[in-house]
């Protein structure tokens, strides 16, 4: 009888080790040549607030969508996931992103302090966990 | 003005223009940080970094005679200044590992548009303006090139 309880038994062990992603908030993509990168609810926030409407796949912008799309950025590759990661860094803390002529048009896309230094040190910490 | 007046007035503004320094970057041949010299890569490659892009992307840019005469010097020395800043492949190996890969995604983006080498660049380097298999090879290199960051 015990026999027949081994391979139900390791099925659920098994099952205990599959990441499941049930917040349905914090995005996550695995696959081999992309091993995780998190986008966690804060940072998603913001993006949806202050990013999206240009860099989206759908987006009127073509260089914005060409040059980041947020809807494909989980589905990079490593590589560049990390040049993608580290230029967000990068505009942000230079404030050259937002652009000025949507913040002068739009105020309140503007980037707080605070909002720029959660943007920055997620997509600075993000990019270099890909190289460990 | 009689025409030989105003000859003689521009040739004094050529000669005083002459006098004011152009900021143009000193070339520097001892790189020891120099992606060339620290990586493997493709001799193709290698010809088409150094022919359209270590001009103005690396301590050791080829000063043409016209370098050196203003007022075009200025424009050449603002470019050289511009360039190295924004990336400087004698310094690649300084680079932390994201930078690196922001920079070869940035070099892929800006060879596809053809937003470099700049199109003014061209006027006297012909040989520096890419064809569309070379653009392909460039782009592929930079993308392997970063996988190889992964290594």
Redesign the interface.
Known sequence: MKKYLIIPLALFAAILFLNFNTTGKVQTYTSVTSPGLTIPDDVQKIIDNHCYDCHNANSESEKGK??LDFDKLLKL????Q??????IA?VVKEDEMPPAKIIEKYPEMALSAEQKTTITKWA?DA??S??N | MKAKTLLWIIIIIFVVIQFIPSGRPEVVKDNPQDLLANNAVPEDVAGMLKTSCYDCHSNEPVYPWYAYVAPVSWLVSRDVREGKKELNFSEWEGLKKIKKAEYLDSMSEEIDDEDMPMPIYFLMHRDAKLTPEQRGRLIGWTEDFADSLFE
């Open positions: 060409k040059k590759k490593k590589s560049k990390a040049g993608k990661l580290s230029k990068d600075e990019a270099n890909l190289f």
